[in-house]
Protein backbone atom coordinates (compact mmCIF):
# COMPACT_ATOMS: atom_id res chain seq x y z
CA UNK A 1 0.00 0.00 0.00
CA UNK A 2 2.83 2.24 0.84
CA UNK A 3 4.24 1.73 -2.46
CA UNK A 4 1.29 2.37 -4.52
CA UNK A 5 0.98 5.63 -2.22
CA UNK A 6 4.04 6.58 -2.95
CA UNK A 7 3.66 6.31 -6.98
CA UNK A 8 0.75 8.09 -7.05
CA UNK A 9 2.27 10.78 -5.05
CA UNK A 10 5.03 10.64 -8.17
CA UNK A 11 2.36 10.58 -10.77
CA UNK A 12 0.71 13.80 -8.98
CA UNK A 13 4.21 15.60 -9.21
CA UNK A 14 4.67 14.67 -12.96
CA UNK A 15 1.20 15.71 -13.82
CA UNK A 16 1.71 19.06 -12.33
CA UNK A 17 4.63 19.74 -14.86
CA UNK A 18 3.64 22.29 -17.13
CA UNK A 19 3.37 21.39 -20.58
CA UNK A 20 6.40 23.95 -21.63
CA UNK A 21 8.56 21.33 -19.76
CA UNK A 22 8.18 19.37 -22.82
CA UNK A 23 9.86 21.81 -25.34
CA UNK A 24 11.96 20.51 -27.56
CA UNK A 25 9.49 17.15 -27.81
CA UNK A 26 7.24 16.50 -30.81
CA UNK A 27 3.70 17.71 -29.32
CA UNK A 28 1.91 15.31 -30.40
CA UNK A 29 4.21 13.02 -28.11
CA UNK A 30 4.22 15.17 -25.20
CA UNK A 31 0.18 15.08 -25.31
CA UNK A 32 0.04 11.71 -25.21
CA UNK A 33 2.65 11.60 -22.29
CA UNK A 34 0.70 13.78 -20.42
CA UNK A 35 -2.26 11.71 -21.41
CA UNK A 36 -0.12 8.66 -20.46
CA UNK A 37 0.39 10.12 -17.01
CA UNK A 38 -3.11 11.32 -16.74
CA UNK A 39 -3.78 7.41 -16.62
CA UNK A 40 -1.56 6.43 -14.50
CA UNK A 41 -2.19 8.35 -11.54
CA UNK A 42 -5.92 7.42 -12.00
CA UNK A 43 -4.98 4.16 -12.14
CA UNK A 44 -2.73 4.08 -9.13
CA UNK A 45 -5.99 6.02 -7.57
CA UNK A 46 -8.43 2.88 -7.88
CA UNK A 47 -8.96 -0.28 -6.27
CA UNK A 48 -8.73 -2.61 -8.83
CA UNK A 49 -11.10 -4.84 -7.79
CA UNK A 50 -14.08 -2.14 -6.43
CA UNK A 51 -13.30 0.53 -8.84
CA UNK A 52 -13.43 3.23 -5.66
CA UNK A 53 -10.82 5.14 -4.58
CA UNK A 54 -8.01 3.64 -3.16
CA UNK A 55 -6.92 4.62 0.64
CA UNK A 56 -3.91 6.99 -0.91
CA UNK A 57 -6.14 9.38 -2.85
CA UNK A 58 -9.38 8.72 -0.79
CA UNK A 59 -7.85 11.15 2.17
CA UNK A 60 -7.02 14.31 0.53
CA UNK A 61 -10.47 13.94 -1.31
CA UNK A 62 -12.18 13.05 2.08
CA UNK A 63 -9.96 16.45 3.16
CA UNK A 64 -11.54 18.76 0.59
CA UNK A 65 -14.98 17.97 1.42
CA UNK A 66 -13.96 18.88 5.04
CA UNK A 67 -12.20 22.21 3.36
CA UNK A 68 -15.52 22.66 1.27
CA UNK A 69 -17.73 22.41 4.41
CA UNK A 70 -15.27 24.68 6.55
CA UNK A 71 -15.33 27.43 4.14
CA UNK A 72 -19.31 27.40 3.89
CA UNK A 73 -19.80 26.98 7.75
CA UNK A 74 -21.49 23.73 7.37
CA UNK A 75 -20.88 21.20 9.30
CA UNK A 76 -23.09 18.54 7.54
CA UNK A 77 -19.78 16.22 6.96
CA UNK A 78 -20.11 12.86 8.18
CA UNK A 79 -17.44 10.41 8.11
CA UNK A 80 -18.93 6.55 8.11
CA UNK A 81 -16.74 3.62 9.01
CA UNK A 82 -17.83 1.02 7.40
CA UNK A 83 -16.77 -3.07 7.63
CA UNK A 84 -18.01 -5.84 5.77
CA UNK A 85 -19.11 -8.68 8.13
CA UNK A 86 -17.86 -12.44 8.07
CA UNK A 87 -15.42 -11.91 4.42
CA UNK A 88 -13.02 -14.23 5.88
CA UNK A 89 -15.15 -17.16 6.84
CA UNK A 90 -16.97 -16.33 2.91
CA UNK A 91 -13.34 -16.55 1.61
CA UNK A 92 -12.82 -19.85 3.63
CA UNK A 93 -15.81 -21.50 2.63
CA UNK A 94 -16.70 -20.07 -0.93
CA UNK A 95 -13.22 -18.97 -2.13
CA UNK A 96 -11.73 -15.51 -2.62
CA UNK A 97 -13.76 -15.04 -6.00
CA UNK A 98 -16.75 -15.12 -3.67
CA UNK A 99 -15.00 -12.99 -1.21
CA UNK A 100 -14.08 -10.52 -4.13
CA UNK A 101 -17.65 -10.71 -5.84
CA UNK A 102 -19.37 -9.57 -2.17
CA UNK A 103 -16.63 -6.82 -2.47
CA UNK A 104 -17.56 -5.62 -5.67
CA UNK A 105 -21.20 -6.14 -4.82
CA UNK A 106 -20.79 -3.56 -1.84
CA UNK A 107 -18.52 -1.09 -3.85
CA UNK A 108 -21.58 -1.17 -6.54
CA UNK A 109 -24.39 -0.65 -3.80
CA UNK A 110 -23.00 2.08 -2.39
CA UNK A 111 -21.77 4.07 -5.76
CA UNK A 112 -25.35 3.63 -6.70
CA UNK A 113 -26.75 4.82 -3.37
CA UNK A 114 -24.80 7.74 -2.88
CA UNK A 115 -24.74 11.11 -4.58
CA UNK A 116 -21.30 11.17 -7.12
CA UNK A 117 -20.08 13.99 -4.79
CA UNK A 118 -20.12 12.13 -1.49
CA UNK A 119 -16.47 9.93 -1.13
CA UNK A 120 -16.31 6.42 -1.46
CA UNK A 121 -13.18 4.81 0.16
CA UNK A 122 -11.70 1.35 -0.03
CA UNK A 123 -9.56 1.21 3.01
CA UNK A 124 -8.17 -1.74 3.01
CA UNK A 125 -9.54 -5.46 3.10
CA UNK A 126 -13.17 -5.57 4.36
CA UNK A 127 -13.65 -2.18 5.30
CA UNK A 128 -14.97 1.11 3.09
CA UNK A 129 -14.97 4.90 4.71
CA UNK A 130 -17.31 6.80 3.32
CA UNK A 131 -17.45 10.98 3.48
CA UNK A 132 -21.15 12.18 3.56
CA UNK A 133 -21.91 15.69 3.00
CA UNK A 134 -24.94 14.88 5.53
CA UNK A 135 -25.44 15.44 9.32
CA UNK A 136 -25.71 12.60 11.62
CA UNK A 137 -29.18 11.82 11.25
CA UNK A 138 -29.38 12.07 7.65
CA UNK A 139 -26.11 9.57 7.55
CA UNK A 140 -27.52 7.20 9.75
CA UNK A 141 -30.92 6.91 7.73
CA UNK A 142 -28.81 6.68 4.57
CA UNK A 143 -26.24 4.11 5.57
CA UNK A 144 -29.55 2.23 7.10
CA UNK A 145 -30.94 2.04 3.48
CA UNK A 146 -28.28 0.88 2.17
CA UNK A 147 -27.41 -1.65 4.45
CA UNK A 148 -31.17 -3.07 3.51
CA UNK A 149 -30.55 -3.25 -0.07
CA UNK A 150 -27.21 -4.74 0.27
CA UNK A 151 -28.53 -7.24 2.72
CA UNK A 152 -31.66 -8.04 -0.01
CA UNK A 153 -29.30 -8.00 -2.26
CA UNK A 154 -26.25 -10.81 -0.86
CA UNK A 155 -28.11 -11.70 2.29
CA UNK A 156 -24.85 -10.79 4.32
CA UNK A 157 -24.19 -6.81 5.60
CA UNK A 158 -22.18 -4.72 7.20
CA UNK A 159 -21.71 -2.53 9.84
CA UNK A 160 -20.76 1.30 10.19
CA UNK A 161 -20.10 4.03 12.66
CA UNK A 162 -20.46 7.60 12.19
CA UNK A 163 -18.52 10.92 13.43
CA UNK A 164 -20.22 14.20 11.99
CA UNK A 165 -17.83 16.64 11.68
CA UNK A 166 -16.81 19.09 14.57
CA UNK A 167 -14.79 22.12 14.66
CA UNK A 168 -11.45 22.53 13.72
CA UNK A 169 -11.63 18.62 13.09
CA UNK A 170 -8.89 16.95 11.04
CA UNK A 171 -9.44 14.13 8.60
CA UNK A 172 -7.77 11.49 10.78
CA UNK A 173 -10.01 12.47 14.34
CA UNK A 174 -12.89 11.63 11.89
CA UNK A 175 -11.98 8.61 10.90
CA UNK A 176 -10.82 7.69 14.20
CA UNK A 177 -14.30 8.73 15.54
CA UNK A 178 -16.23 6.92 13.37
CA UNK A 179 -14.29 3.54 13.85
CA UNK A 180 -14.83 4.01 17.43
CA UNK A 181 -18.71 4.33 16.87
CA UNK A 182 -18.53 1.02 14.52
CA UNK A 183 -17.02 -0.73 17.96
CA UNK A 184 -19.28 0.83 20.12
CA UNK A 185 -22.07 -0.03 18.29
CA UNK A 186 -21.37 -3.57 17.18
CA UNK A 187 -20.64 -4.23 21.47
CA UNK A 188 -23.92 -2.60 22.13
CA UNK A 189 -25.35 -5.02 19.67
CA UNK A 190 -23.61 -8.31 20.90
CA UNK A 191 -22.12 -9.08 17.37
CA UNK A 192 -18.34 -9.23 19.11
CA UNK A 193 -19.30 -11.42 21.41
Avoid at 33 to 49: N, P
Avoid at 62 to 70: N, W
Avoid at 112 to 131: K, N
Avoid at 174 to 193: F, H, N, T
Wanted: hydrophobic share 45%; aromatic share 4%.
Amino acid sequence: MARVSRTAELLGRLMAVEANRFDGLDPALAEALLRRLSELKAAAATDELTGLLRRGAGVPALARELRRAERQRDQRLTVAFLDLHALKQVNDREGHAAGDALLRTLAETLAQGLRAYDVIIRWGGDEFVLGLAADLGQAETILTRLAESFGGATSHRFHFGLAQLQPGEAVADLVVRADADLYARRRGSGRDR
